[in-house]
């Protein structure tokens, strides 16, 4: 992947220091942008650290994240997921550790988000209130959840405009807080002429996405840095502001004349399954961290894991015939899913999946889905729901059947 990177950051109107702080490095591919939070003693000390621990281990995130094709291959996926996210628990703990010198009452802490490109793709770290964009064509996509209160208030539908306003700048979740923290862990393709925006909330507290998206259309490069920066500045400029944008000039067109994988592209079509409704593009793209594609070939039989390896399959394309004995059951096509029980239970399945025609699945792996289930507990219960749902309304069926019969 070849890529360009232009940052800025700036004081604003009032703040007498700076508790911003960012890394870019293209030769490694690592990025980061941290917000000092904002009245705790020594903020800037907790940014500061962070980025200096992430740019002492961006080679190996960079090594690591080269070391395999994650477009395919959910095992390297998961290993470069394992070293960035244990390298954000360890800034964790660094800054946790420092901040009961600084201020044990008010301790330093920190927001962060860690990019790290392959050549196909964005690893994405997430923790607080600063956010990542992805500008693709004429659209803008955030890709990450704030984590402060006032969201947790609006997904819980609770509060006015003026409480959720109140409560915007109040962190649920920071690096340096806890011994531990929960990050977001977040998976992307990239293709080229896309760009990443990572920046603090001194900039998306004056610029809504639309207005990112406007700038955007005008002008990519330094100049739409400046421009971010320059607009804070001007409505008002209150807190540090802080961007940095990441061009992607190219991908590996090999690999890429041969991938169908697309990342917005499959969230739209979880999106449009019952069984992940209520969850937002942000709750989705959590789950495309472990979702892997299948290509089979026409009359191709699924083969059935055991195991660790079971799976839940979406057709992407094509279609599947559910066989029992030789017996067609039902027939799935695009859109439709099948296996979900394996994401909870271990008994195998007792049909036979047979391809029609050339087919592209999504494989959900139950192991790797579980885990998502307990990281994430608004996620998991909707999912759970979700699947509860489903199986009443089979079992409605079948007493139908069974009643008429």
């Known amino acids: 992947m070849k890529a360009n990177a232009w940052s800025r950051t700036d004081l604003g109107n009032v703040r007498e220091n700076n508790e911003d702080s960012h890394f870019v490095s293209l ?30 281990v961006a080679q190996e995130l960079s ?16 290993r470069v997921f394992q070293k960035l996210l244990e390298q954000v628990q360890k800034a964790n703990k660094i800054i ?86 929960d990050v977001d862990a977040l998976f992307i393709d990239l293709q080229a002429g896309d760009h990443l925006l990572m920046c603090s909330d001194g ?18 490069g330094p100049g739409f840095v400046d421009t971010l920066v320059n607009v804070a500045k001007e409505r008002g400029g209150k807190d540090n502001i802080t961007a940095v944008l990441v061009q992607i000039e190219s991908v590996a067109e090999t690999i890429r004349d041969t991938a169908s994988f697309d990342t917005l592209k499959q969230v739209d079509i979880l999106g449009n399954i019952a069984l992940f409704k209520g969850l937002g593009v942000r709750d989705l793209l959590k789950i495309m961290r472990v979702v892997y594609e299948v290509s089979l070939s026409d009359g191709e039989v699924l083969d059935q894991p055991r195991g660790d390896g079971r799976c839940m399959y979406i057709v992407a394309d094509g279609s599947v015939e559910l066989l029992l004995d030789d017996t067609l059951v039902s027939t799935f096509t695009k859109g439709q899913h099948f296996g979900e029980y394996a994401l909870v239970s271990d008994e195998p399945r007792a049909t036979t999946a047979r391809c029609v025609g050339d087919t592209l699945l999504l494989a959900v792996p139950a192991k790797r889905f579980r ?23 089979q079992i409605r069926v079948l007493s139908d059947e069974i009643a008429g019969g």
């Not at 885990?371 to 309304?393: F, K, Q, Y």
Request: proline share 3%; glycine share 10%.
């Open 27 to 56: 030769e490694h591919g690592v990025f980061v942008v941290a917000d000092g939070v904002g009245g705790s003693t020594g903020g800037e000390i907790a940014s500061g650290r962070l980025v200096e621990h992430i740019a002492e």
């Open 63 to 78: 090594e690591i994240a080269a070391s395999g094709n994650p477009m395919f291959d959910r095992d390297h996926r998961e």
């Open 96 to 181: 946790y550790e420092v901040g009961k010198e600084v201020d044990p009452m008010r301790p330093p802490a920190t927001t962060c988000d860690v990019v790290v490109l392959s050549e196909q793709a964005a690893f994405i770290a997430h923790v607080g209130d600063s956010r990542v964009y992805l500008l693709r064509g004429s659209e803008i996509f955030r890709i990450t959840e704030d984590h402060t209160f006032a969201e947790q208030l609006r997904q819980e539908q609770i509060g006015d405009a003026d409480v959720l306003d109140r409560y915007r700048n109040v962190l649920t979740r920071s690096i340096g807080g806890r011994p531990q923290v």
């Open 203 to 220: 900039v998306t507290d004056y610029l809504s996405g639309a207005e990112l998206l406007e700038y955007a259309s005008k002008e990519l």
């Open 371 to 393: 885990a998502i289930v307990t990281e994430d507990s608004a996620v998991g219960n909707t999912l759970l729901w979700n699947l509860l749902e489903a199986a009443t309304r």
